[in-house]
């Protein structure tokens, strides 16, 4: 992914979130955003993208080498997702623990990924994992225009 964008002023307060492939085909978008807001985080910006295999691979350039790599990057490409910044006072960590462990099966009941998570692979949503990677994340989809 390229370098941090130059905007970095909300530092701490937000994180980026992707609803997959798969949940989006399912129809689980407006529940997954509904569950969001619930949560106390405010979408700030907000946009549906079919992803490049290209611009897959290059939002999960950290996973290279890793042996499910080809598998995500696939499945990330294969339709359209709903992109989406995220605010809230820690909300890296917060909403990790909302989103529950990246296996679904193993995702504690009422957490998005146990709710509308498939398997390992197609688990409903992403999360930035550091408010590094979520100020990363959100720069690589959107642009200054598109964002506060
Ligand atoms: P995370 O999304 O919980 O941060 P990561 O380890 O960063 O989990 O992996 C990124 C994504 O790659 C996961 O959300 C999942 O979709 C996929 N993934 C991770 N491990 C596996 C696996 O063992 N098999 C298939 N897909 C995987
Ligand atoms: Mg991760």
Do not use: W
Not at 84 to 95: G, M, R, S, T, W
């Amino acid at each position: 992914m390229p370098p941090l964008p130059i905007f970095m002023s909300m530092n701490g307060k937000i994180t980026f979130t992707m609803v997959k492939p798969s949940a989006h085909a399912s129809g689980y978008s407006g529940k997954i955003l509904a569950k969001i807001e619930e949560g106390g985080f405010k979408i700030i910006a907000l946009k549906l993208v079919h992803l490049t295999k290209e611009q897959a691979c290059m939002f999960y350039d950290v996973h290279i080498g890793r042996p499910f790599y080809e598998e995500l990057v696939n499945f990330m490409s294969s339709g359209p997702i709903i992109a989406a910044i995220l605010q809230k006072e820690n909300a890296v960590e917060d909403f990790r623990k909302y989103i529950g462990a990246t296996d679904p099966a193993k995702a504690e009941p009422g957490t998005i990924r146990n709710l509308y998570g498939k398997n390992m692979g197609e688990n409903a949503v992403h999360g930035s994992d550091s408010d590094e990677n979520a100020v990363r994340e959100a720069g690589f989809f959107f642009s200054s225009l598109e964002r506060p």
